[in-house]
């Protein structure tokens, strides 16, 4: 008990001499007895194993003015801030009691209203370090920005949200440079709304600001990891996050700028936005960003689901972010009992746009999907559009072997049976509406589908793709099933038998340019490629092994070349040299093109 006193006044003049513009550091020791089981898919980007000691004996902090240290259960000295000034001051306070220093309401001041909840009250920095068994909970005007600096912190707490965040105009938390800091929300898991409680083991009603070069460390058994109704944004540090339920959720949106982040969840989704209203300059929120750093999610559910759009961009200083995503029993933290019913890599309401960056997903459903047709408070419908343009995206999406009507998949599912939800096949990369591929390199090891769409356009890039389905399928939709081919490179694998075509359009196939290679069965029910309406080519190269009905136009010829035989093969198209593999052998090779091939 003497030491927990000692702490807790330890903690309260740190954040107190913060608060009033004071240059503090702190040091305390800290632990964590919780033991990290590693994902059977990676290791997180973050530290499994941070421990530290319980903070006891001597705790010191230093100041402009000297330093204050307490060994003993002695009456602390109180520090404020004078608002009416233009300058700060400090001020001790030497004859009051400790019960009275505690309860203090000068500005930027640290307030003990029960034993173990410290309240935040006015804009300042507020610097923490040690162990608090309580709650840190920030009540600020609304136009105050408050900055929590953790140094070496332990903070459990399970009876609301360790850190809470009921009134602010932001907050910024910060993980100082070479510490380890760890917050537990030890409440039991969420199984009905109860009033007053925060959603997260840190939870904000404002702008969440969650930075820093040191390392913080979540444990979140309640519901979510950080949520806040607000923006979210994420730079610098090194973060892991477990929680029950989503690791991390922004309501309005999420940023992540920098930093090497583990988004875990045990029983729902990653990472997640909600809100699609309107903000004050027009913008529909609820986008999902990523332009830097490295982001590794483990998520039961959705590795990310967004409520509007999905972005992978570099950075303003060039630097391009890394994504690798596990869903369902992918991923090794999946609780055996999981019952969630979507098990998407990522998943959006509108646009999902990958600019840059590599990403790489390993998923029980859909890798990229993009929902048509949701309504939006600007009186738009969500277009249902996966966007291309460059980086790296490469993808192994789960699907039973021969599976055409269904299977068992999610937790308990691996291997394609005995899992808890019914699905009709798992896509690499499935657009409601548009799938849109002008550059960046596309690999699909495995899926039920390849890539589907009702509209697929593919105008640069190199795309290859491994499907136990149709490998390109665009079906019917909001319009005409098409699929336009003027550039890039496509190469795609299905099996030489059964119900598979390499290319499949439920309307017309064009090509103008680019080159295409596709596999597939020998007959005209399944084929390399097939159209409902026509398979047309004006312009570059289509090499087909197995069957395929093509109508050729403009200077396009057709060459007699043996490449169906499995095994390697070296094909030269207007002086460059392509190598690809074949894993099985086919019926026959033809070729189409507008430019010499030969082999």
């Known amino acids: 008990m003497k030491k927990m006193i000692i702490t807790i006044l330890a903690l309260i003049l740190t954040l107190a001499l913060a608060a009033c513009g004071i240059t503090n550091s702190g040091t305390g020791t800290f632990t964590d007895s919780t033991v990290y089981t590693a994902s059977e898919a990676a290791e997180p980007a973050v530290d499994q194993n941070i421990t530290a000691e319980e903070a006891t004996g001597s705790f010191s902090i230093k100041t402009e003015d000297g330093s204050f240290s307490t060994s003993d259960e002695e009456t602390l000295t109180d520090a404020y801030t004078d608002t009416t000034r233009d300058k700060t001051t400090a001020k001790e306070e030497t004859a009051e009691t400790e019960k009275e220093s505690e309860n203090k309401t000068d500005a930027n001041t640290l307030i003990d209203n029960s034993s173990d909840v410290y309240k935040i009250t006015s804009a300042g920095t507020y610097v923490l370090s040690g162990l608090l068994e309580g709650q840190i909970l920030v009540d600020a005007g609304e136009d105050d920005e408050v900055v929590i600096e953790l140094t070496g912190a332990t903070i459990n707490y399970g009876a609301d949200s360790p850190i809470k965040i009921i009134s602010a105009k932001k907050v910024e938390i910060s993980a100082k440079k070479d510490t380890e800091n760890v917050i537990n929300d030890t409440r039991a898991a969420k199984t009905t709304d109860v009033e007053n ?8 009603v404002c702008d969440l600001e969650i930075k820093g070069s040191g390392t913080l460390v979540i444990n979140a058994s309640y519901n979510n990891g950080i949520h806040t109704t607000k923006d979210m944004t994420i730079q610098n540090l090194s973060l892991k996050v477990t929680a029950y339920n989503n690791a991390l959720k922004g309501n309005d949106s999420i940023t992540v700028l920098s930093g090497s982040i583990a988004a875990i969840s045990t029983n729902g989704d990653g990472v997640k936005t909600e809100n699609t209203n309107v903000n004050k300059n027009g913008v529909t929120r ?6 830097g750093g490295t982001v590794t ?17 570099a950075g303003e200083d060039g630097t391009t972010p890394t994504v690798t995503v596990y869903t369902g029993s992918y991923s090794g933290y999946t609780a055996s009992n999981a019952s969630t019913t979507s098990y998407k890599g990522v998943k959006v309401q509108n646009e999902l746009n990958i600019n840059d960056g590599t990403i790489t ?7 990229l999907h993009a929902d048509y047709g949701t309504s939006f408070d600007d009186g738009t419908k969500g277009k249902g559009t996966v966007n291309i343009t460059g980086g790296t995206v490469n993808m192994s999406v789960y699907a ?12 308990g ?3 394609g049976w005995g899992g808890q939800m019914t699905v009709s096949g798992a896509d690499a990369i499935h657009a409601d509406n548009m799938l849109n591929i002008s550059g960046g390199t596309v690999n699909i090891d495995s899926a039920y589908e390849g890539l589907e769409a009702n509209v697929i356009n593919i105008s640069g890039g190199k795309t290859t793709v491994m499907a136990n389905d149709d490998g390109v399928n665009a079906t019917k939709g909001n319009s005409a099933a ?16 059964g119900d ?11 090509q103008t340019g680019g080159i295409v290679i596709t596999r597939g069965p020998g007959s005209q029910n399944a084929a390399a490629i097939d159209a409902d309406s026509s398979v047309k080519i004006s312009g570059g190269t289509l090499i087909i092994l197995g069957y395929g009905r093509v109508s050729a136009a403009g200077s396009v010829k057709t060459y007699s070349l043996s490449l169906h035989s499995a095994g390697s093969h070296t094909v030269k198209i207007s002086g460059t040299l392509y190598t690809f593999t074949n894993a099985n052998s086919y019926k026959n090779t033809i070729c189409y093109s507008d430019t010499a091939v030969s082999n």
């Open 197 to 204: 409680q925060g959603e997260g083991a840190i939870y904000a």
């Open 482 to 497: 098409q699929i336009i081919v003027s550039g890039g490179y496509l190469d795609v694998t299905v099996s030489p038998n």
């Open 500 to 510: 598979t075509d390499g290319i499949d359009s439920n309307g017309s196939y064009t």
């Open 400 to 411: 039973p072997e021969n599976k055409t009507a269904g299977g068992r998949m999610g937790p």
């Open 361 to 367: 997903l390993q998923t029980y459903d859909d890798g």
């Open 286 to 291: 609820g986008d999902i960003l990523i332009s």
């Open 413 to 415: 599912g691996r291997g």
């Open 297 to 313: 999610v483990y998520a039961a559910g959705d590795g990310f689901q967004s409520a509007h759009n999905f972005e992978m961009t």
